[in-house]
């Protein structure tokens, strides 16, 4: 019963350079999406999905792109990362629409960008 | 526009005294609520949820919330805080049955003196 599961826990990037956030989970749960978390502004939605092969963008998805070819995994790529990209970021899925299942989150990845 | 308001930025309250933490919301038709907690460098723990039903909804760590429909509110209380209770707390929303997408307030830091 591993939930959601975030790697890598912490980073740290050059200016420019790309990387993914990887998100999985094992609970066959057919929303997910992704966060990021910054002083004073909460969480903001970055992008989701809500079955394999179907994403769609939240408030905040300039800069990131995702792809959605399983079910379980939801990676979140930084194509060129910049400073202001500098963040935690938390990974979350649910079962039904309307989280009456409620949300899984995963334990974060944080992300500096120098 | 939709939204979700926290008034409060930081609240301080005395170890055995009573708190309410404010949640505003703007949807056109009654949304689902959640209320989630966090912990320094920690992930989001639900404390409570409301999606239909009385509209006084008993959570965890003693907590409960209150659906006010006219108001458009679904404010955190806890009759006598803990020293543990410090945290930084978040009000959520899903505009309701057929939405995904949870959509979080900025938050209220909560400090508790001893």
């Known amino acids: 019963n591993a939930g959601v599961t975030q790697t890598p826990k912490f980073q740290v990037l050059k200016t420019g350079q790309s990387m993914t956030l990887q998100c999985a989970q094992d609970?066959?749960?057919?929303?997910m999406s992704w966060y990021r978390q910054d002083p004073g502004m909460g969480l903001r939605l970055i992008h989701y999905?809500?079955?394999?092969?179907?994403?769609d963008q939240g408030e905040v998805p300039n800069g990131y792109n995702v792809s959605r070819s399983t079910t379980e995994d939801f990676p979140l790529r930084l194509l060129s990362a910049a400073p202001s990209q500098t963040s935690v970021y938390f990974c979350?899925?649910?079962?039904?629409?309307?989280?009456?299942?409620?949300?899984?989150f995963g334990s974060g990845t944080r992300l500096t960008v120098v | 526009a939709q939204s979700v308001t926290q008034p409060d930025i930081h609240i301080t309250v005395s170890e055995g005294a009573s708190l309410e933490l404010r949640c505003n919301y703007s949807?056109?038709?009654?949304?689902?609520l959640f209320w989630y907690v966090q912990s320094p460098g920690q992930g989001l723990q639900l404390l409570l949820k409301y999606f239909s039903g009385d509209t006084l909804v008993q959570g965890i760590k003693g907590f409960e919330a209150e659906f006010k429909r006219s108001q458009s509110s679904f404010n955190l209380r806890k009759p006598s805080v803990h020293w543990s209770d410090a945290a930084e707390y978040f009000c959520a929303v899903v505009p309701g049955a057929g939405s995904y997408q949870l959509t979080f307030g900025k938050g209220t830091k909560l400090s508790v003196i001893p």
């Open positions: 979350a899925s649910s079962r039904a629409e309307g989280g009456s299942y409620g949300y899984t």
């Open positions: 999905s809500v079955g394999a092969g179907i994403t």
């Open positions: 609970m066959n749960h057919e929303y």
């Open positions: 949807y056109g038709a009654t949304p689902y």
